[in-house]
């Protein structure tokens, strides 16, 4: 069963489906956004410590997410 994906990810005639990338764009944002914040918790800084660069970072992750979740009803398209 798990060797199944291999198989398609490496054949010639493989492409991403508009579904597949908008999972990619959600999962990638959440860990990111996730990780920033947890860098955060380990350094000890509070919430209210949000410089602008991480504001502006933060604010690309939800473009993405955003981007993301209109993908996901498009179906099994090509992209």
Do not use: C
Not at 7 to 27: A, C, P, S, Y
């Amino acid at each position: 069963m798990y060797d199944i994906l291999p198989r398609m990810i490496w054949h010639n005639t493989f492409t991403f489906t508009k579904r597949q990338i908008g999972w990619l764009l959600v999962i990638g944002d959440t860990a990111g956004f996730l990780g920033i914040m947890a860098l955060n918790f380990l350094r000890h800084k509070p919430v209210s410590e949000i410089g602008p660069a991480q504001q502006l970072v933060f604010a690309l992750f939800a473009v993405g997410f955003l981007i993301g979740l209109s993908l996901i009803p498009l179906g099994d398209a090509p992209a």
